[in-house]
């Protein structure tokens, strides 16, 4: 972003074939943040974060995208401190992941996801094929809602090869009030061919969504 009160909006990222090398475990194949602005003049930086700067950074669509050989796939990350009760919130909102190919990711002692989002209003993930590949032995999601609110996630084919803790879908969302109530939407979405190579549970989908009237 320009500066900290001015954030991205309306960025589009599709019909791309995207390949890393996933012996990387810290790569991303799209990553969306709100990283800070060095108010100085350095510019960009890591470790800052300004509220008013994820109001206007809204509306990323990442769509009909091919990512393979990535560690993961799709993270979205938002401002934890920016976040808000109503639909209308601080933090980064109203993002779509649509009609994505996620192959040959994760494989190695770090956890991975597919598609990982926190602190995010409004996501819509939907009509994604998410297949992880052999060799993870940490923690495995398809799709992780971390934090945010008022998800629709619907119609992504998972299919998953673990050794550890493994997760199709996971829902960990809290927000809401009990006039804008927290509505998560869950909907024909196939988790299939689950591979349990240890130990742990695998979930197909696992909830803990919660908040004001959540629903």
Do not use: M
């Amino acid at each position: 972003k320009c500066d900290g009160s001015n954030g991205s909006n309306d960025v589009t990222i599709q019909n791309c074939n995207i390949a890393l090398t996933k012996a990387y475990t810290s790569n991303y194949g799209v990553y969306v943040a709100g990283h800070g602005y060095d108010n100085v003049g350095v510019g960009y930086n890591v470790t800052t974060v300004t509220g008013t700067a994820q109001a206007s950074r809204n509306k990323a669509l990442i769509q009909n995208n091919n990512i393979n050989n990535v560690y993961q796939p799709i993270r979205l990350n938002g401002n934890p401190s920016s976040i808000a009760t109503t639909g209308e919130s601080l933090n980064d909102s109203l993002h779509a992941i649509i009609n994505n190919t996620l192959t040959n990711w994760a494989g190695s002692s770090t956890g991975a996801t597919g598609i990982y989002y926190a602190n995010n209003r409004k996501v819509t993930i939907r009509n994604n094929t998410i297949n992880g590949t052999t060799g993870t032995t940490a923690a495995l999601y398809g799709i992780n809602a971390s934090s945010g609110g008022w998800a629709d996630i619907s119609r992504n084919t998972i299919t998953l090869d673990g050794s550890s803790s493994t997760y199709g879908i996971n829902l960990s969302l809290s927000a809401g009030t009990a006039t804008n109530p927290n509505i998560v939407k869950v909907d024909s979405n196939l988790c299939q061919n689950f591979i349990n190579r240890g130990t742990s549970l695998f979930y197909g989908i696992y909830g803990s969504a919660g908040g004001d009237a959540a629903q």
